[in-house]
Every structure is written in structure tokens, then in C-alpha cells.
């Protein structure tokens, strides 16, 4: 059974930094892409950041280019999320999905219950 | 990269097929394969329905089915069930600078 567990959200003022983390069980974590995706309250869904298999291709959405940073750790089977600069607007529920290839398709085959990031003052 | 587009809300008796339109340009939907539905229920887990346009993953009810023609993809939900109520969101590779971009979501109502 594909697991995928997030953790690290919380309160931030605006301007701080946040890291989120999300562990992978259930499927060979290093075969997959896998992505970012949140949910501001009251809004749709919005694609944020993708990680090749290997970690060594990483994309990411025009809003939070040169903010956010992705990584993974496949020997810990782990994905991150490091966040800088964090404004009002990046507030939302963040969920990381796996992708259904070792590429990013942006094909969300399975998402963890989200972790819920706040920033206000 | 705009969201693509989607109607707001959808309704369907119980036993009906409803039918969400997902609409983009030639630089997503309309050149590449890699489109996916959605259905979301609040507070849940996003859970994928639909893949590759018109795949569906193993798990998945046969009475959902994806289809395309030109910048415009469809789901279509057939013998509607109290169950299907939720949110359905489409979403598509995208050759702008942002990968992926989904649509502004659909809340399909069963009366």
C-alpha cells in the first residue's frame, strides 16, 4: 500500500522559512517523480514544485521560482520542501503526490493527507 | 500559466451521466497526452480518476471516462451515485515555464 505522510507545517510570520517533509512507504521511492501541490483555502488546486527519480532535474511554478526549494533523499525515502520568503498568499493546505513516472508528467497517481501551512503576523 | 477552465458546478439525479468540460489552449490540453481528473472530497485526499486522457487506474468505477477533442477534455460520470458528489478537477503538462496547471475545479452536485 503506497503511503505518503507530510509533516513540518504550522504558523510563520511573513518573510520566514519553513521545511516540509513528506515519508514515502509502500512503492520503490527512487523510481518515481514526485510533486508539490496546494490548495489555498477556498481556492482550486495549484501545482508548485516536481522532482525527477533521481533528484537531479527539479521544476517549479512561477509563483514560487527562487522562493521554494525541492529535494529528496531516496536512501531515506523522503521528500522536502524548503520554503523562503513565505507570504500571506502562500498560505494553504500542501500535499505531495507521487507521480505516476520517473519523469515529471504531472500525473498525481497517489497524495498524502496535506499539511496545512499558515503565514501571518 | 492560467488555470484551466472548468464549470463551476455540475448537478445530476441519481442514475444520470453528467459530463465535465475542461478547457485549454495548444500549449497544454491540445498537444499533450499527460491529462488527469481528479475527485476531491473536502477534507480527503485528492484521488486520481482519470490518466493519459482517457486511462483508468485499476480501483477506478468504469462508469468514469475521459475523452479529448482539440484544446477541450471531457469526464463523463455515468449512472450518477450519492457517492460521486465532490469536487473534480482536471489538469494537464503544460509547455509553459510552470509544468503543470490544473483547472478551476467543478463541484458536481447529485440531487
Known amino acids: 500500500e503506497v503511503l505518503l505522510l507530510e509533516s513540518g507545517g504550522g504558523l510563520v510570520q511573513p518573510g520566514g522559512s519553513l521545511r516540509l517533509s513528506c515519508a514515502a512507504s509502500g512503492f520503490t521511492f527512487s523510481s518515481f517523480a514526485m510533486n508539490w501541490v496546494r490548495q489555498a483555502p477556498g481556492r482550486g488546486l495549484e501545482w508548485v514544485s516536481g522532482?525527477?527519480?533521481?533528484?537531479?532535474?527539479?521544476y517549479y511554478a512561477d509563483s514560487v521560482k527562487g522562493r521554494f526549494t525541492i529535494s529528496r533523499d531516496n536512501s531515506k525515502n523522503t521528500l522536502y520542501l524548503q520554503m523562503n520568503s513565505l507570504r500571506a498568499d502562500d498560505t494553504a493546505v500542501y500535499y505531495c503526490?507521487?507521480?505516476?513516472?520517473?519523469?515529471?508528467?504531472?500525473?498525481?497517481?497517489?497524495w498524502g493527507q496535506g499539511s496545512l501551512v499558515t503565514v501571518s503576523s | 500559466q492560467s488555470a484551466l477552465t472548468q464549470p463551476a458546478s455540475v448537478s445530476g439525479s441519481p442514475g444520470q451521466s453528467i459530463t465535465i468540460s475542461c478547457t485549454g489552449t495548444s500549449s497544454d490540453v491540445g498537444v499533450y497526452n499527460y491529462v488527469s481528473w481528479y475527485q476531491h472530497h473536502p477534507g480527503k485526499a485528492p484521488k486520481l480518476m482519470i490518466y493519459?486522457?482517457?486511462d483508468r487506474p485499476s480501483g477506478v468505477s468504469n462508469r468514469f471516462s475521459g475523452s479529448r477533442s482539440g484544446n477541450t477534455a471531457s469526464l463523463t460520470i455515468s449512472g450518477l451515485q450519492a457517492a460521486d458528489e465532490a469536487d473534480y478537477y482536471c489538469s494537464s503538462y503544460t509547455s509553459s515555464t510552470t509544468l503543470g496547471v490544473f483547472g478551476t475545479g467543478t463541484k458536481v452536485t447529485v440531487l
Open positions: 503526490a507521487k507521480d505516476k513516472r520517473f519523469s515529471v508528467s504531472v500525473t498525481f497517481e497517489y
Open positions: 522532482i525527477i527519480g533521481s533528484g537531479g532535474s527539479t
Open positions: 493519459d486522457v482517457s
